[in-house]
């Protein structure tokens, strides 16, 4: 069954959502830790210092809940000869801290490296439309149940999956009909 449903545009805007979209967010997961506070405690077991450009990452990352890759999160930070720019490969480096210290889930689209919060935010899978790029979360606990089914049957240990349904979205299929019906009267 489905129970929720949430379109997130990239963060560059591309996929801006139209106002008719209704848009239900998916309730966040009470956590015992901010995430600065995780990420701390992560640098510190491993030894690590906690600079300020990795603060001013995680601080950006987690304004809001969305899905972005490395590009799109280096344009919204400031730019070259800007107060507080961060270089490319230390931005790719800090997601990768990031990660690793379960505060972002990291996953390949269309050959890109996409991320999103893990810490605080539910277990959910994505329909993805191939042709405006939109990303749209959904929960199912039917999908758990087969996928936990699937994992008993084959005595295997369960942990996590990754679900990405590929597909065209309501607004873009919307939008093809119109095209042919204005074709069809000519
Ligand atoms: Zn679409
Ligand atoms: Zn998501």
Redesign the pocket.
């Known amino acids: 069954m489905l129970t929720s449903a949430l379109e997130i545009p990239f963060a560059d805007g591309r996929n801006f959502m139209s106002q008719e979209t209704d848009l239900k967010t998916l309730a966040p997961v009470r956590v015992a830790l901010t995430p600065q506070q995780r990420f701390s405690d992560f640098l510190q077991s491993r030894g690590m210092r906690n600079t300020e450009q990795r603060r001013a990452v995680l601080e950006l990352v987690f304004l809001e809940h969305d899905h972005f890759d490395a590009d799109q999160l280096l344009e919204r930070l400031p730019a070259k000869g800007e107060k507080g720019y961060v270089s490319r490969p230390t931005v790719y480096r800090t997601l990768g801290e990031f990660v690793d210290a379960g505060l972002l889930r990291k996953f390949s689209l269309d050959g890109r490296s996409v991320y999103e919060h893990d810490y605080g935010y539910p277990q959910h899978d994505h329909l993805y439309?191939t042709?405006?790029e939109?990303l749209i979360e959904f929960q199912s606990d039917s999908l758990l149940e087969i996928r936990n089914e699937v994992g008993k049957a084959h005595n295997f240990d369960v942990r996590s999956h990754r679900l990405i349904v590929s597909g065209?979205?309501e607004?873009?299929r919307r939008g093809r009909r119109r095209e042919r019906r204005k074709v069809d009267l000519i």
């Open positions: 439309c042709k405006c939109k065209i979205c607004g873009c």
